[in-house]
């Protein structure tokens, strides 16, 4: 059985990012999580990890609607990649 709450470490393994990125997440609110321990250590519930996930799908399949031909400010892809 899976942990139920998981560390930002770990979030941040997941989701590929920094653990910074992981921090922004939660400290905006995009990305629910709890205070625990007598030092306040960030622990997000798997299941709100996920619910994040398919929000973010949600919004790229959105944002590639509204944007078919790419070419938004988001976009991370380098031209070496599409070529």
């Known amino acids: 059985m899976p942990p139920r709450f998981l560390q930002l470490a770990d979030v941040a393994e997941i989701l590929n990012i920094s653990s910074a990125q992981a921090y922004a997440l939660v400290r905006s609110g995009d990305l629910p999580a709890i205070k625990v321990g007598g030092r306040g250590q960030w622990r997000v519930e ?7 996930i398919q929000r973010m799908y949600a919004a790229t399949r959105e944002f590639v609607l509204t944007h078919p031909l790419g070419g938004g400010a988001d976009d991370e892809g380098d031209e070496a990649d599409r070529a």
């Open 46 to 52: 798997s299941e709100q990890l996920e619910t994040y």
